[in-house]
């Protein structure tokens, strides 16, 4: 564990922005972390520093991203198909199979050194999941967790019609996470229909604005979200 802890993070939005960018400013700030908890190890502890954290929001224009573990097969998209679509592809170092982002879905980039918070990934995503658990309680709907799947997850009990609202998908090293959760706001469901979400061929998706019959105030879902995420991992958003 780290001799000096950080619970301070810093919230950063960054708006609209091609997924190869914002993975690109990912990848900075991860290796910078990683960087500091190298040196951090080879100097004594009055030497060492609090790593850094960050909580990043942004709205990807139209693309499909495959995991370390997904199969190329569950894109149904050729490459006319994906100008057609104007959506981009991108295999990418994360876990999970493929999914989808776009336009009306909030996607958020926790990178944390874990060390400053809890040493548990299955914790990390479960926390995840229940702040937009917690988010959806606010607008009147149930959601939770399928045994075996992760995400979050609409008929979750009874499961006559279960829907996924929420995807995750993490990369951690030397404790510290990248990449994170998509969550459907006002999100264009039929680009999922170009795709076998996250390998699932058996279950459906869904957005908030399709369960509610109305559009959904973005900015307000976001607040709500950071609220919940810094409330269960008890950090100090800056």
């Not at 990848?27 to 080879?42: G, H, P, T, Y």
């Not at 850094?52 to 569950?74: D, I």
């Not at 309680?137 to 929420?166: F, M, S």
Request: charged share 25%; hydrophobic share 35%; proline share 3%.
């Amino acid at each position: 564990m780290n001799q000096i802890t950080n619970k301070k993070v810093k919230f950063i939005d960054l708006g609209v922005k091609d997924y190869k960018e914002a993975w690109d400013y990912q990848e900075d700030l991860f290796a910078q972390s990683v960087a500091m908890k190298i040196a951090n190890r080879n100097s004594p502890p009055e030497k060492q520093t609090a790593t850094n954290n960050y909580l990043l929001f942004v709205e990807h224009p139209h693309v499909y991203t495959l995991g370390k573990s997904g199969q190329a097969s569950h894109l149904l998209l050729n490459e006319e198909g994906l100008k057609t679509k104007n959506a981009n592809f991108y295999r990418i170092n994360r876990g999970g199979d493929i999914t989808y982002h776009g336009p009306g879905q909030l996607v958020g980039y926790p990178i944390l050194d874990l060390e400053n918070f809890f040493t548990d990934i299955h914790k990390y995503l479960r926390l995840l999941e229940e702040a937009v658990i917690l988010t959806l309680a606010e607008y009147g709907i149930e959601a939770g967790r399928i045994e075996g799947l992760t995400g979050v997850w609409l008929d979750h009990i009874g499961q006559n019609r279960p829907r996924k609202i929420c995807a995750l998908g993490v990369k951690t090293s030397r404790w510290i996470t990248m990449h994170g959760f998509a969550f459907n706001v006002n999100s264009d469901i039929d680009y999922f229909g170009n795709i076998v979400p996250c390998g699932i061929t058996d279950k459906a998706v869904t957005s908030l604005h399709l369960e509610l019959g109305r559009p959904v105030d973005e900015e307000e879902v976001k607040e709500k979200v950071k609220r919940h995420i810094a409330e269960l991992f008890e950090m100090e958003l800056e």
